[in-house]
């Protein structure tokens, strides 16, 4: 009688992972039998791979080439320098002015890269609506003659001022369009 322990391996020992070898492991790729932990397992329909056999590729919607970073960036500082100075031309409207940025910056920054979404351009129309903030205050600066609509440039009751026009509000405005960006490119 043959001895069957020769012929066949054992199959309760534990093996390594092939990208880990220090990982032990009791799971092998579905399609080409290769010993994977559980940080290399990918999910499929037909059971676990490894990453080579799962052939992972990235969304359509967040695979994004340079020349659409590009031009999400000249859209969207286009945009933001529009609405900066609008809003350093018309203080009193700051809240609308930061609206328009929070809306139209990341729309424009949508479009021109195609509907695209992802985390480099939401830092693309921060970026953008920071630069049109920032904007805004070298108009108001640039332009000292304008009327003091909306308390823009009156001192707080607490006599703390904040340097360059910046009230509270204005923190609060920029708040609000980097959180519309954000969701909106999400």
């Not at 790729?29 to 059971?47: E, L, N, Q, S």
């Not at 999400?72 to 609405?83: L, M, Q, R, S, Y």
Request: with cysteine; charged share 10%; net charge positive.
């Amino acid at each position: 009688m043959a001895n069957t322990d020769l012929e066949t391996p054992d199959t309760d020992a534990p093996m390594y992972c092939a990208n880990h070898p220090n990982v032990e492991t009791y799971l092998r790729c579905g399609r080409c039998d290769k010993p994977i932990c559980a940080r290399c397992r990918v999910h499929t329909p037909v059971g676990y791979r490894c990453f080579d056999c799962a052939n992972l590729q990235s969304l359509p919607t967040y695979a994004i080439s340079t020349d659409y970073y590009l031009k999400a960036a000249a859209a969207g500082f286009v945009i933001a320098a529009a609405a900066g100075t609008l809003m350093g031309l018309f203080p009193a409207f700051e809240f609308w002015a930061a609206l328009l940025m929070g809306i139209g910056v990341p729309e424009g920054v949508a479009i021109a890269a195609n509907q695209k979404r992802g985390q480099g351009l939401q830092m693309v129309a921060i970026a953008a609506i920071a630069f049109g903030f920032i904007l805004s205050r070298v108009v108001m600066q640039a332009l000292p003659f304008l009327i003091t609509l909306g308390g823009i440039n009156v001192p707080l009751p607490t006599g703390v001022n904040l340097p360059y026009h910046i009230t509270q509000y204005t923190i609060l405005w920029f708040a609000m369009a980097v959180f519309l960006a954000y969701q909106r490119l999400k």
